[in-house]
T-cell receptor, first 116, second 111 residues
């Protein structure tokens, strides 16, 4: 399977715990995005990387959230001191920025986080 | 004001019906436009890109009106399998790099 993969698919944690999610993009894609989606809403942008550089972060992203893409391939999203409001689906997407512009995004299956 | 606005619906239509969804965007610098489909508890998947001249893919037709900052999706001869949430997506490349999603429009096709 050469699509975007995410791990774990589901995570249940207690409030105050730290969690880390992993995303493996399509191998030739240089851009990787993280989104959060809650019920009845569209995906909400969190941050994105071009290769290993984190180029943009949403103003809505609190300092409890951090993301890395150390070698320009897979990425991790960590949430520290989780809160019940962090419960959501966390989606990863990747695409290829070429000379003709930005290509469409391809999404992974998501990690569903439940904070008790 | 939200970057992308959609009527959330729900739209409940009989099989064979024609249904249209609309979407407006606020940033006139937006350059790329897409419709994504999202099934319940699944990830969004690209349905079609939207080109300035309008484009068609089988039963699906997308239109873009830059002057009014408006995008539409028309589905003809609705099938039960078309039941899903349809997300309007806008990107402002090259002036920006974020993809902005609408809240989605829910469609249920009834037998």
């Amino acid at each position: 399977d050469t699509g975007v993969s995410q791990d774990p698919r589901h995570k249940i944690t207690k409030r105050g715990q730290n969690v880390t999610f992993r995303c493996d993009p399509i191998s030739e894609h240089n851009r990787l995005y993280w989104y959060r989606q809650t019920l009845g809403q569209g995906p909400e942008f969190l941050t994105y990387f071009q290769n290993e550089a984190q180029l943009e972060k949403s103003r809505l992203l609190s300092d409890r959230f951090s993301a890395e893409r150390p070698k320009g391939s897979f990425s991790t999203l960590e949430i520290q001191r989780t809160e019940q409001g962090d419960s959501a689906m966390y989606l990863c997407a990747s695409n290829l920025l070429g000379t003709s512009g930005t290509d469409t995004q391809y999404f992974g299956p998501g990690t569903r986080l439940t904070v008790l | 004001r939200k970057e992308v606005e959609q009527d959330p619906g729900p739209f409940n239509v009989p099989e064979g019906a024609t249904v249209a969804f609309n979407c407006t965007y606020s940033n006139s610098a937006s350059q790329s436009f897409f419709w994504y489909r999202q099934d319940c508890r699944k990830e969004p998947k690209l349905l079609m890109s939207v080109y300035s001249s309008g484009n068609e893919d089988g039963r699906f037709t997308a239109q873009l009106n830059r002057a009014s900052q408006y995008i539409s999706l028309l589905i003809r001869d609705s099938k039960l399998s078309d039941s899903a949430t349809y997300l309007c997506v806008v990107n402002t490349f090259p002036t920006g790099n974020q993809f902005y999603f609408g809240t989605g429009t829910s469609l249920t096709v009834i037998p």
